[in-house]
């Protein structure tokens, strides 16, 4: 395993790197496509709308108010003109160009035109905002000659026309026609990240699990291979004939048999809770109770091996509020379990301080020690189940590490809050929160 996820975490980021790189040159070769396709639709609608406007209507219309002003030949000459400015209004050329552009698939896009010479002197049908985009040397523009057919009566009387159509900001239309790609291709992404992430957590959270696992099997089997041993030996001493005659010493014997019994039996016993817990199948008998009259219940049952380990237990039951809904079992455990840690994890001469008091509508228990203490790293996983920390020189210590996970399990289902805090080296402390009963 420790080979293999760097291998697999390598593997997965090169795919997903290759993938994103794929996906922007996809992209860019989609826009390029779109920009060249809106080029040649616009190239075709302008040779459409020009064509139109050299068909569509007559060279006769009605003279103008400024034609009936100028001598007779010169509005003869412009009466029999083709030009375009002369035969179509500036809505008129519009609404062609407009048809044309929608014809070849450019809608919704804003646009410019003009309708001029090919020196933009004289007469200039064009839109508005024209001459701005058309000063603009970024900008691309499409342009169709318009000239009678050849050959026609009055092909020499027309001068040279242009149509001449813009469609600013181009490449912004093209970003705007792809935007479902591009929002596509990054939703697909952050999803495959996700996933990429997911998986990188769940080889690290599985990794854990089977260090866990290993811990937990190595000190299972050092837990009953001790009494076993015990008991095994105990028998064989009553085998002898020596001993068994012996009312005293077989006394002894099955004695230390039962103690052994009991010990592997309180173990079995953990593992059950453990896993009644994990189905959340241990219910609670909730009672209006004494948080003091439990506690003091908790130490009398610690006072026998804080003698042992010449420690010094200092007891504070300052919180006059003091009344909880508290299951009498559980909480006495879980107090138990927090005073046996702290004894179990402490050095020479160990001293343990439990102090109640009360904040706001809350009961708060602290549990002081001076103690091996615990790092930034173990103090974040303390609560984990069968997490064990590492205790350096201490090889006293013993269990599943299931006895934290318990108190934190219970302590939150009496309605409650629990932190640890901890000094490496200088001790621990756990302070527990519970709601008052009304």
């Known amino acids: 395993m420790k080979r293999i996820f760097p291998v697999i975490t390598v593997l997965i980021t090169i795919s997903l790197l290759g993938l994103i790189f794929f996906q922007i040159l996809w992209l860019i070769s989609v826009k390029d496509f779109k920009q060249a396709q809106l080029?040649?639709?616009?190239?075709?609608?302008?040779?459409?709308?020009?064509?139109?406007?050299?068909?569509?209507?007559?060279?006769?219309?009605?003279?103008?108010?400024?034609?009936?002003?100028?001598?007779?030949?010169?509005?003869?000459?412009?009466f029999m003109k083709h030009a375009v400015r002369n035969r179509f209004s500036k809505d008129e050329i519009n609404t062609i160009v407009?048809?044309?552009?929608?014809?070849?698939?450019?809608?919704?896009?804003?646009?410019?035109?003009?309708?001029?010479?090919?020196?933009?002197?004289?007469?200039?049908?064009?839109?508005?905002?024209?001459?701005?985009?058309?000063?603009?040397?970024?900008?691309?523009?499409?342009l169709f000659l318009l000239a009678p057919p050849s050959g026609s009566n009055t092909e020499n009387l027309v001068p040279q026309e242009w149509l001449i159509v813009i469609v600013p900001h181009q490449s912004d239309i093209v970003l705007k026609g792809i935007?479902?790609?591009?929002?596509?291709?990054?939703?697909?992404?952050?999803?495959?990240?996700?996933?990429?992430?997911?998986?990188?957590?769940?080889?690290?959270?599985?990794k854990k699990i089977g260090e866990i696992k290993s811990d937990f099997i190595n000190n299972m089997t050092h837990e009953f291979k001790t009494p076993l041993a015990t008991i095994s030996l105990a028998v064989d001493a009553l085998k002898n004939e020596k001993v068994s005659g012996d009312k005293e010493k077989t006394n002894y014997f099955t004695g230390i048999i039962k103690e052994e019994n009991k010990r592997m039996n309180k173990q079995v016993e953990a593992i059950l809770q453990a896993a009644l817990l994990d189905k959340q199948e241990v219910q609670l008998n909730l009672k209006r109770l004494s948080a003091n009259e439990l506690i003091n219940n908790a130490v009398n049952n610690i006072s026998l091996p804080m003698a042992e380990k010449n420690g010094q237990l200092i007891v504070k039951l300052d919180a006059e509020k003091d009344i909880i809904m508290a299951?009498?079992?559980?909480?006495?455990?879980?107090?138990?379990?927090?005073?046996?840690?702290?004894?179990?994890?402490?050095?020479?001469?160990?001293?343990?301080k439990l102090t109640t008091s009360n904040h706001n509508n809350l009961l708060k228990i602290k549990i002081e020690d001076n103690g091996i203490g615990m790092n930034k790293e173990t103090l974040s996983r303390i609560f984990e189940k069968f997490y064990r920390a590492h205790t350096g020189n201490?090889?006293?210590?013993?269990?599943?590490?299931?006895?934290?996970?318990?108190?934190?399990?219970?302590?939150?289902?009496?309605?409650?809050?629990?932190?640890?805090?901890?000094?490496l080296g200088k001790g621990s402390s756990f302070i527990i929160s519970f709601p008052l009963a009304k």
């Open 394 to 423: 201490v090889h006293n210590v013993k269990g599943f590490g299931l006895g934290l996970s318990y108190v934190k399990t219970m302590v939150e289902a009496h309605k409650g809050t629990i932190k640890a805090e901890s000094i």
């Open 179 to 206: 935007t479902w790609f591009i929002l596509g291709a990054i939703l697909f992404t952050l999803i495959i990240v996700s996933a990429f992430f997911l998986t990188i957590r769940t080889l690290l959270r599985q």
């Open 327 to 352: 299951d009498d079992v559980h909480f006495t455990n879980f107090v138990n379990n927090l005073l046996d840690n702290a004894l179990k994890y402490s050095k020479e001469n160990p001293l343990i």
């Open 39 to 78: 080029k040649e639709n616009l190239e075709k609608a302008t040779g459409r709308a020009g064509l139109r406007l050299m068909d569509e209507k007559p060279a006769f219309v009605a003279p103008r108010k400024s034609d009936l002003l100028m001598s007779t030949g010169s509005f003869y000459m412009d």
């Open 98 to 142: 407009k048809e044309s552009l929608e014809e070849n698939n450019i809608k919704n896009v804003p646009y410019e035109f003009a309708v001029t010479d090919a020196n933009l002197v004289g007469d200039v049908i064009a839109t508005d905002n024209f001459s701005r985009y058309d000063a603009d040397s970024n900008t691309e523009k499409k």
